[in-house]
């Protein structure tokens, strides 16, 4: 199967009801859902998704599927709380795909780093699968996944197969167990990626995660003689529309929603460190 050929939404204004076929906790707060949904899209994209007399909010596509659309969701509020509560079987609406993603065809023959903190490993999980299904494309592939505890992994799964296809470095800041842990060392991800061999050799970064982290680990690829072109960050700002109207996610002229999430750091490193 070729997976270019995801079904185009016809009209991505239009919520779609879609139904859970997998419902599955990845921590105490995060669960991951699986949608009977197939949808052109690029890996980074976000959609909106609803829920009658509840809400609606932005969620980053975490997977790159012709099968399946797979959401991660961290409860933090009314629609995620109630996210939380459905299962296998229910029904949710989902609008989309919006945003700009990573435009994956500008990075072929290149080595790819990707930097995921916390609930931001989720949108880099579906650059991940688009990866594997173009692997002749990419070069040398760096995975440094940092997450706040052992509970707070995310994507337990899939980390043993991405240690068998990728070079994988997931930190923990803290081992609260003080157990041997998903090969997890512990510390900031800073740290992991400061003691790392990595050079900027013909090499695009990809960060997604708070934006302290994001702030720290640029500064360090700074220090090991990344340019800003090379770094690729995907923002998060709260945001209702999803598609330029009602200007809540706009920064110095930029809709986070239209001309991201996903940014070069160079077009937006101004307003990122206000
Ligand atoms: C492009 C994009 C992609 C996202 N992808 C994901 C994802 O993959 N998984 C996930 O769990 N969440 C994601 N989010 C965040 C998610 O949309 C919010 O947490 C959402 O508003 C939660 O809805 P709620 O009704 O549960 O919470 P609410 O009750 O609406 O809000 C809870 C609290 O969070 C604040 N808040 C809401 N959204 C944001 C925001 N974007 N930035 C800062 N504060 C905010 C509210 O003001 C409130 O204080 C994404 C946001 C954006 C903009």
């Not at 949904?37 to 975490?62: A, D, M, T, W, Y």
């Not at 409860?75 to 996210?83: C, D, H």
């Not at 003691?195 to 050799?201: E, T, V």
């Not at 800003?228 to 986070?256: P, V, W």
């Given at each position: 199967?070729?997976?270019?050929?995801?079904?185009?939404?016809?009209?991505?204004?239009?919520?779609?009801?879609?139904?859970?076929?997998?419902?599955?906790?990845?921590?105490?707060?995060?669960?991951?859902?699986?949608?009977?949904l197939r949808l052109k899209h690029e890996p980074g994209q976000f959609v909106q998704v609803?829920?009658?007399?509840?809400?609606?909010?932005?969620?980053?596509?975490?997977?790159?599927?012709?099968?399946?659309?797979?959401?991660?969701?961290?409860?933090?509020?009314?629609?995620?709380?109630?996210?939380?509560?459905?299962?296998?079987?229910?029904?949710?609406?989902?609008?989309?795909?919006?945003?700009?993603?990573?435009?994956?065809?500008?990075?072929?023959?290149?080595?790819?780093?990707?930097?995921?903190?916390?609930?931001?490993?989720?949108?880099?999980?579906?650059?991940?699968?688009?990866?594997?299904?173009?692997?002749?494309?990419?070069?040398?592939?760096?995975?440094?996944?940092?997450?706040?505890?052992?509970?707070?992994?995310?994507?337990?799964?899939?980390?043993?197969?991405?240690?068998?296809?990728?070079?994988?470095?997931?930190?923990?800041?803290?081992?609260?167990?003080?157990?041997?842990?998903?090969?997890?060392?512990?510390?900031?991800?800073?740290?992991?990626?400061?003691?790392?061999?990595?050079?900027?050799?013909?090499?695009?970064?990809?960060?997604?995660?708070?934006?302290?982290?994001?702030?720290?680990?640029?500064?360090?690829?700074?220090?090991?003689?990344?340019?800003?072109?090379?770094?690729?960050?995907?923002?998060?700002?709260?945001?209702?529309?999803?598609?330029?109207?009602?200007?809540?996610?706009?920064?110095?002229?930029?809709?986070?929603?239209?001309?991201?999430?996903?940014?070069?750091?160079?077009?937006?490193?101004?307003?990122?460190?206000?």
């Amino acid at each position: 199967m070729n997976p270019d050929v995801l079904m185009e939404n016809k009209n991505p204004y239009i919520p779609v009801k879609c139904r859970i076929v997998e419902w599955k906790r990845e921590s105490p707060d995060n669960f991951t859902i699986t949608l009977d949904l197939r949808l052109k899209h690029e890996p980074g994209q976000f959609v909106q998704v609803s829920i009658p007399g509840i809400g609606e909010c932005p969620i980053s596509i975490c997977s790159y599927s012709e099968e399946h659309l797979k959401l991660n969701i961290r409860e933090v509020g009314n629609m995620t709380s109630a996210m939380a509560k459905l299962r296998k079987g229910d029904s949710l609406f989902v609008r989309g795909p919006y945003g700009n993603g990573y435009k994956m065809g500008q990075f072929r023959n290149n080595n790819l780093i990707i930097i995921g903190g916390g609930c931001g490993v989720a949108p880099l999980k579906g650059v991940i699968e688009y990866v594997e299904r173009h692997r002749d494309d990419y070069k040398d592939v760096h995975l440094f996944l940092g997450y706040r505890s052992p509970d707070n992994i995310l994507f337990k799964e899939e980390l043993a197969e991405w240690r068998k296809k990728y070079h994988l470095t997931v930190t923990i800041d803290e081992n609260v167990h003080g157990e041997f842990c998903y090969n997890a060392k512990t510390g900031f991800i800073t740290d992991a990626l400061k003691n790392s061999s990595i050079d900027n050799g013909n090499k695009v970064v990809f960060i997604c995660g708070p934006p302290i982290m994001m702030n720290y680990v640029i500064q360090v690829l700074k220090e090991k003689g990344f340019n800003d072109d090379q770094i690729f960050i995907s923002a998060e700002r709260l945001m209702y529309c999803a598609f330029g109207a009602c200007c809540h996610c706009m920064i110095r002229g930029k809709f986070t929603c239209i001309d991201g999430p996903v940014f070069r750091y160079d077009e937006v490193k101004e307003y990122e460190n206000d």
